[in-house]
């Protein structure tokens, strides 16, 4: 396991709350044997993830006996910041998304996507950077992307950190993922679909597939409503071609068939974040 050693220096491992990213921070761990105090894990919360998966977070810090950090963009007094937070405290309505939307005063979207980069890269460098906490001035980035979708590495960052991608290195597929979370005691409890895990990051994140939307409103309708009404609060959807009240009648009228039927719906996302 010696190219999940880490590199030399300070160390900044992404957890972003599902199976991939838990099981690279898993084998960082086995292979160093536990982390030194130059490695950090950190987990930036949007406030719109799944129960599941913040539940999944902690029970990997607890059964493997490591710190993560839990971090929420935030704004006071007008001035962008951060704030940490736990299980118990995570907002769990969207509120740090909310903050983000009324700062900027207009909406992401496929081609502008701020909501990544704020709420995760800019704020876990925010902290990292900050003398209070960490104080760090250059660091590495772990990056949970397996080697099936190497094409959404980065070969280099123009900030204070350069990426790591282990899983790509190691040739780690969804299917090495998959098969290691069927041999452990404990497991994200959020469904597959069609190789995807469809409620994992934000519920109805605007660049998931037709697919995974689709999945999202036939089991989670009633978290819908948070993402129609900031659109109708900023006046301007997330993107022009998607409505999810009218897909939600849609998928109504047609009932189940359309799920049977295999290629219905799109499968290709716009690249959903991985910090």
């Known amino acids: 396991m010696t190219d999940y050693l880490l590199p030399q220096g300070n160390v900044q491992i992404s957890f972003g709350g599902g199976r991939t990213f838990a099981f690279m921070l898993h084998q960082i761990l086995e292979a160093n044997n536990g982390l030194p105090d130059r490695a950090k894990v950190i987990f930036t919360n949007t406030g719109r993830e799944m129960d599941q998966t913040l539940d999944f977070v902690q029970e990997c810090s607890d059964r493997w006996n490591i710190d993560i950090i839990w971090l929420e963009y935030d704004v006071v007094d007008n001035k962008i910041c951060y704030k940490e937070v736990n299980h118990n405290s995570a907002s769990r309505n969207g509120e740090p998304f909310v903050k983000l939307l009324k700062k900027k005063k207009y909406m992401p979207s496929?081609?502008?996507?701020?909501?990544?980069?704020?709420?995760?890269?800019?704020?876990?460098?925010?902290?990292?950077?900050?003398?209070?906490?960490t104080g760090w001035r250059q660091w590495t980035q772990a990056v949970g992307i397996r080697a099936d979708e190497s094409h959404r590495t980065k070969k280099s960052s123009k900030d204070k950190w350069s990426y790591w991608y282990p899983?790509?290195?190691?040739?780690?597929?969804?299917?090495?993922?998959?098969d290691f979370w069927k041999s452990?005691?404990?497991?994200?409890?959020?469904?597959?679909y069609n190789g995807k895990t469809p409620s994992g990051n934000c519920d109805f994140c605007f660049l998931k597939s037709e697919d995974s939307t689709a999945y999202m409103i036939r089991n989670h309708a009633d978290r819908i409503d948070w993402w129609t009404n900031i659109e109708k609060e900023?006046?301007?959807?997330?993107?022009?071609?998607?409505?999810?009240?009218?897909?939600?009648?849609?998928?109504?009228?047609?009932?189940?068939?359309?799920?049977?039927?295999?290629?219905?719906?799109?499968?290709?996302?716009?690249?959903?974040c991985t910090g």
């Not at 496929?110 to 906490?133: G, H, Q, S, V, W």
């Not at 899983?167 to 998959?178: D, E, M, P, R």
């Open 110 to 133: 496929p081609m502008a996507r701020f909501c990544t980069t704020e709420l995760k890269m800019f704020t876990i460098k925010r902290y990292i950077t900050n003398p209070l906490d």
């Open 234 to 272: 900023m006046g301007f959807p997330f993107r022009l071609d998607r409505d999810l009240v009218k897909f939600k009648k849609f998928l109504d009228d047609q009932q189940d068939w359309v799920f049977d039927q295999q290629g219905y719906f799109c499968q290709t996302d716009d690249g959903e």
């Open 167 to 178: 899983l790509v290195n190691n040739f780690v597929t969804k299917s090495i993922v998959s």
């Open 184 to 192: 452990q005691a404990f497991d994200l409890m959020l469904p597959n």
